[in-house]
């Protein structure tokens, strides 16, 4: 039931375009809904409209979520509208998991254990020098792969040439994931358990093949709503066709430019071509932005640029705001102290600490902004994954484990070697590595000023000790870090956008067009959290361990500056375009001005073609990906310099004396043939 003063005032406040949301009959519907533009607050009127008006029964209604928290949401505030009975409102992988579980009572089945991590039937599985906590294939990156796989509905025969197809870069030999996968399916079978993609999977395959419990499903839940539509997967769009059958009651939220999960099976395809995918249709725009202020909105539309597909740009409907601005510093150690210092500038009686947020591309890069937080006394949490929990630092740390007596000293100048091998690799997944494990080293740093005679056991146990001083139910007013990512869905009045350098935005393994433009919507995620302020950032040059690179800024960062002149000039919202070809002659010709140096510009093709196919067959041998072996730019150095001794060896950036020892009498010895051949 539906109250009456809830329901006389369902349409109050609403602009046209999410009036038409909210009462249109029209079956299936889309609403594209930009940033900030109240797509909930239309999705939770549209079912309470829809209740009242006798077109929808609210005990026969299913909302879909991607969180419990955005399903909580929904429910909270359908109650406010006095809906308060019968809608189910929860994630895919819940409703499946409820489905199955009364199926398999009705049929008297019994009921697998669910699974909730994969890494405990991976661990097993994996080459001995992975089990044993090496820095070789680790069970995460297996499972993340295996979750990639399942959401796009591919077993493991089809993996090996689906990831190729998909342009992805697996950890390890595509063939060694499909093994691995296989074997994984294998194991489940035998212990009887199922993981959650499987609830999503089986439930799918249920309401194909089984009438029966279709039909009753289908009964049950007969008006269907999807929120944020564009980071549906394959399997969750076949389980929803299965939910639907032939009905057209389907209504979904979604907005393509904030399509930023492809990379982990999300295809956005089924919003932007949504027609296509559930024929006849109503498209409803909502392109009126209430979060942002005209000046954070005119950037926000110049970032994204020609993204916008054919929609047209968000409409600022909020006050003026001070102007965006764009920073340089020197190093990124003087950006984080400089952020710092500008958010203790800003904090003041009615804008409290939990009012500003930093945010930056990777997890690595908020580590230096910790260190200044906590240096400037300005309370700070982190968002959307501690630090320690990164692939790279929980390698990093479980080779670690395997020598706890090690002074911490040598570990340091180990896990040193690593990231100067991974800094000269340039940009790209090594350059990501070297960051991770840059902050890993800080944090020994930290420890080794407090004790210099610190083991590794002793760091470790700091490590545990000192984890959760940050963690964010420690304090309810403090200043945000996060990710990109893990900013998407949160507004703060003050953000700093940090970090804005090619390489990091977009990210250096962003190698096409696709993962691109994938990275351009991520930017713009990131510049619409900003409701008044927004302060943008880069560094001329970023430390990873002793390798010190020059950095040029981001290429969209052009597009933010002509967005700020515009604005200077007193332009309206599109005069940005007539500032971006100068911006963009200015930062070529900036970076143009910067030294260059091209090791291995000059190496042997022969000889380079030989060392990758040592390398191969090392890293098959050791159970281990290529690149943990040595990069491309390691190796296409030793093509072009030759060495012929061990301090020779030495002398290869990337080359230090743990890697030397392991690999350089194999490497001399393969530098000797082709030196003999005289190829």
Known sequence: MVGRVQRDGLLDGLNPAQRRAVITDAAPLAILAGAGSGKTRVLTRRIAHRVHQGTAEARHVLALTFTRKAAGELTTRLRALGVRDGIVAGTFHAVAYGQLRRRWADRGEPEPALLDRKVRLIVPLLPRRAQSGGRGLQAADVAAEIEWAKARMVGPERYAAEAAAAGRTPPAAPDLIASLFDRYETEKRRRGVVDFDDLLLRCADALHDDREFAASQRWRFRHLFVDEFQDVNPVQCRLLDGWRGERPDLCVVGDPNQAIY??????????????????????????DNYRSSPQVLTVANAVLGSGLRDAPPLKANRPDGPLPTVSSFDTDRDEATQVARAIRRRQRPGRPWSHMAVLARTNAQLLLFEEAMRTAGIPFRVRGGKFLSQPEVRHAMADLRRRP??????????????????????????ADRARQLEGLLGLARELAVIDPGASVAGFLSWLAATASRDDPGERADAVELATFHAAKGLEWPVVFLTGLERGLVPIGHADDAESRAEERRLLYVAVTRAEEELHCSWAERRTFGTRTSSRVPSPWLAAVEAAIKALESGGGPADWR???????????????????????????????????????????????????????????????????????????????????????DALLALLAEHAATGS
């Open 405 to 430: 007596s090690s002074p911490l000293a040598a570990a340091m100048a180990d896990l040193q070697e690593i990231i100067d091998e991974s800094a000269a690799a340039g940009d790209g997944p090594a």
């Open 578 to 664: 007539r500032f971006l070809d100068d911006n963009r002659a200015k930062l070529r010709s900036a970076a143009e001005r910067r030294p260059k140096i091209l090791v291995g510009a000059n190496a042997d093709p022969v000889l380079l073609s030989a060392l990758k196919a040592w390398r191969a067959t090392t890293a098959k041998a050791s159970g281990m990906p290529a690149y943990v072996i040595f990069h491309d730019t390691t190796l296409a150095a030793l093509a072009e310099a030759r060495p012929s001794t061990i301090d020779g060896l030495l002398a290869i950036p990337g080359l230090g004396p743990v890697k030397t020892g392991r690999y350089g």
């Open 262 to 287: 492809a990379w982990n099976g999300a295809d956005p395809r089924f919003l932007t071509d949504f027609r296509e995918h559930f024929g006849a249709a109503e498209i409803v725009r909502l392109d």
